[in-house]
């Protein structure tokens, strides 16, 4: 059956995932690959996916998630905090609280995705003007910077494929 990939991506995270579920789920049958603006959907499952942008998914895909109807979906984003199962729940809750009642939910999945360095140095800032947060962000930082990794993608597989009958 085809599928489509809607995702946005600023620096790659979340298009190596989407890359990722279009080498699992197959090439052939991916009907659309790409940003949300302009998509043309085939009407398969979609598999919508986004960078995190303050807590949640961006006034772009806010947009088109809206858009969306009798759609089968499967949710997925990359975001700079780690490691908190309950964190990427409430991102993937929020972005999935903008599809009208009319779609049905066939899965999720949330990693951490590396940030820009700059962003580090806003951190070290912060540490060395004795802010106690600045630690906490570094460390973060640090352990974002290999996601996401062999292990993230192998998750991704695990959650798109079809599960297995008892
Ligand atoms: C402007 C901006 C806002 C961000 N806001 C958040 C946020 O609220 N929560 C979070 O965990 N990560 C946040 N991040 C980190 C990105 O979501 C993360 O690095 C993501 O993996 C980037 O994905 P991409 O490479 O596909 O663009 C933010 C990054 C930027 C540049």
């Known amino acids: 059956m085809s599928y489509d990939l809607v995702f946005t991506s600023r620096t790659g995270n979340t298009r190596l995932l989407a890359e990722e579920i279009r080498r699992t789920l197959g090439e052939n049958d991916c009907g659309y690959f790409g940003g949300p603006e302009g998509a043309n959907l085939s009407d398969g499952p979609v598999y919508v996916g986004f960078w995190t942008d303050k807590g949640g998914c961006g006034p772009e895909m806010e947009a088109f998630l809206q858009s969306l109807h009798g759609r089968e979906v499967f949710l997925f984003c990359t975001c700079g905090f780690g490691g908190d199962p309950d964190y990427y729940a409430d991102i ?18 949330a990693c951490q995705g590396k940030m820009p360095q700059p962003v580090r140095q806003r951190y070290l800032a912060m540490q060395q003007a004795g802010d106690p947060q600045g630690e906490k962000m570094l460390i973060n930082f640090d352990r974002a910077a290999s996601h996401p990794d062999e292990a993230d993608l192998a998750a991704l597989r695990q959650a798109v494929l079809p599960k297995q009958e008892g």
């Open 92 to 109: 993937l809750d929020r972005a999935a609280a903008h599809l009208p009642a009319d779609n049905r939910v066939i899965g999720r999945f």
